[in-house]
Structures are given as C-alpha cells and as structure tokens.
C-alpha cells in the first residue's frame, strides 16, 4: 500500500497536462495521499504485534474445545486480531467457529441459527478441574448484529475451576444441553454441552478466557494466556501440527 501511495504521490506532481487537465486534482490526490501515508506507515509497523503473545512458561496449557474443523474470529495478543484484549478480564479470550471443508462457517443465507455450522456442536473440557458455575436456562438468540443480551453477556456457560484462583469460561451455550452441573469434577475431553446464541452475541460460537474471579464483572478480573497442547492449525497456506502454541484471527484449526 505504501508502494502504491508513494507512485501515486510521485504521478500527481509529474503527470502532463495532458493526463490531469486541472491543478486542483494534483492537489487533492497529494494531500489524500499524504493524509493515508501515516495510517499505512502505522499498520505497516504494526504487524510485528500481530505475532506477539506471551511465552510457552507463561501461558496456561490445555486441550481444544471442539472436533473437526473449525477457525479463530478473535484470537491473539494484540488488539489488532482481538478486540477481547482492550478489556483486562478477557485479554487473550478467543471466538472461534465451525467451518466446512471449503472454510465456509454457514450455508445458505447465513440468515438462520441453524445456517450456522457451530449451532448445536458438542464442546468439551479442555482441561480438568470443578465446575463451579453452570448457567442453562437462557434462549438463543436470533443472528444480529445489535447487542443480544447485555445483561447476561456469557449467556449460558459454564465456568470450571482448573488452578489457584483460575477459572476457564465457557461462554454462548445452548439451553439444556449442558451436560455438567456445578460440584461436578470433569477431566479435559470430558462433553461439558453445545454452542447455541445465548448471551452478548451476534451468532453461534464458542468465547473462552482463562481469569483469576469465578464470576464475569468482578472487581479487579485479571485474564491470562493460554496456548493449545497440540492442534493442527493453518495459519498461511499449508496445515501444519503445532505444540504448546496459540491462535491468531482468521487461523483455521482441528484436533
């Protein structure tokens, strides 16, 4: 883009008569130019924090969710492949979606719940630890771009507690499919329920972060990274089995 700018910069002050009759076209196309230039600079300098997350040492390690194939909406350490990180209770939060073989989540219009390829998907532990919030009685709610639920922002979920002071939520489940009920000790692997649209949502997904409070919206949350034990993931072009590593926006994955 900078390329392209800086020739576009060069052409609007050397280019004949002949090609820009009038002079106030050299001006506006130099000062657009030179208004765009800084934004391009800044994004390009920025793609260094697109890879950026915390060491193996310092994340938590656990197992995926979900089976088959699925790719991240918003993931990573930066708040330019995850708009979770600008909120100190959900920094390092993922969405992630089911996807079919051509990486398509939805068919049809995409206008239904049930065009959703994630709507109705079993998810599961991903590590072990008690459950110690169970939520299961919200509806799902139509796709929509406009805030859902505000009140109820996890929807149903389900919160086990892994660690000292770490909580793993499980977030926007379906009603009466949770198959856990709080008290229960679960191992990872083990089916805690299914993705609906219940909550803060826009369609069906999976939202989960790790944070230090049992409940959402409590005084002094701190979230923290998490890495998956093994996955096969496709972050450019070729699927490649991956250890101990993380998801970015737009990575697709499968167990």
């Known amino acids: 883009m900078i390329f ?15 090609l820009i009759q009038r002079k106030f076209k050299k001006i506006v196309l130099s000062i657009s130019v030179l208004v765009l230039l800084p934004t391009m600079i800044w994004l390009v300098s920025s793609v260094g924090q697109v ?3 915390p060491e193996i040492e310092d994340s938590y390690l656990i197992e995926l969710p979900t089976q088959g194939a699925w790719m991240a909406g918003h993931a990573g350490g930066s708040v330019l492949t995850n708009y979770h ?6 920094k390092y939060a993922i969405d992630v979606v089911k996807v079919n073989e051509d990486g398509w989540f939805f068919q049809n219009s995409g206008e239904e719940l049930t065009d959703i390829y994630s709507f109705g998907e079993p998810i599961y532990a991903p590590v072990a630890g008690v459950v110690t919030t169970v939520v299961d009685s919200l509806p799902d709610h139509e796709i929509s771009f406009s805030p859902s639920d505000s009140l109820n922002p996890a929807g149903n979920h389900v919160v086990i507690h892994f660690d ?13 499919t949770i198959e856990v009920q709080k008290g229960d000790s ?3 692997g083990d089916i805690i329920g299914k993705i609906g649209n219940s909550g803060n949502t826009s369609w069906p997904h999976l939202h989960m972060h790790i ?5 959402i ?15 096969e993931r496709k972050r450019w072009f070729f699927w490649q089995m991956t250890e101990n590593d993380f998801l970015l926006r737009n990575d697709f994955f499968r167990e």
């Open 164 to 176: 000292k002071d770490r909580y793993l939520f499980m977030a926007h489940l379906m009603a009466g």
């Open 217 to 231: 919206r409590m005084a002094d949350t701190q979230a923290y990274p998490f890495r998956f034990k093994e996955m």
């Open 4 to 18: 392209f700018a800086l020739i576009e910069l060069v052409l609007s002050v050397s280019l004949s008569e002949s």
């Open 186 to 188: 679960v191992l990872a």
């Open 211 to 215: 944070q230090n409070k049992p409940a």
């Open 85 to 90: 990180n600008a909120i100190a209770s959900q």
């Open 51 to 53: 890879f950026e997350y």
